[in-house]
């Protein structure tokens, strides 16, 4: 198979199984990711994030959606709050929108691509919040959360890069 192309679930029943293995690994991150005390209030690494950034490499964006999708509403139902789930997908789906467009470009790397999706969620971390607390004096918190963001979207596209270098075909080659 070529390295660039995708197998759909419909095609490949075995990608349903490791999207769900993927789910569960993003879950537990989440959830190891809870212990880990902030420095900086709202600002996580976003461990989550490693499964994301492999399955939208291994198998597209379809697949990356709905890992992450899955991934944010069972953790915010089982560790968090409404909040959480309101925080999560703003962020969630803004990065993940931001990092496919990149993607398409073959112009960044894993980390350059990571980066602009640490930094898209953080931005649409903000906008919720300012929404809820209904102000925009908020947003003067927007630059510690890029300077945040950058340094956890390197740390994460490494981690990524790493991880999509040692399975260089789990989701898209087809098992016989």
């Avoid at 709050?81 to 969630?92: K, Q, R």
Wanted: proline residues 4%.
């Amino acid at each position: 198979m070529g390295k660039n192309k995708k197998i759909s679930v419909k095609q490949n029943p075995q990608t349903l199984a490791m999207l769900g293995l993927c789910t569960a690994a993003a879950m537990i991150l989440s959830y190891v990711e809870s212990f880990i005390p902030s420095v900086i209030p709202g600002l996580k690494i976003g461990l989550p994030n490693v499964v994301i950034v492999f399955v939208l490499y291994r198998a597209g964006w379809p697949s990356a959606a709905a890992v992450s999708l899955v991934r944010v509403v069972l953790t915010a139902i089982l560790f968090g709050s409404v909040m959480s789930l309101a925080y999560g997908l703003a962020g969630a789906v803004l990065s993940l929108i931001v990092m496919t467009l990149l993607r398409r470009l073959h112009f960044f790397s894993v980390v350059g691509v990571s980066v602009a999706g640490g930094v898209a969620h953080n931005a649409a971390q903000i906008l919720v919040a300012a929404a809820v607390m209904q102000t925009t004096q908020i947003v003067y918190y927007l630059p510690v959360l890029i300077i945040g963001g950058t340094i956890a979207g390197i740390l994460i596209g490494i981690a990524g890069g790493v991880l999509l270098s040692r399975f260089p075909e789990t989701i898209s080659a087809k098992r016989r």
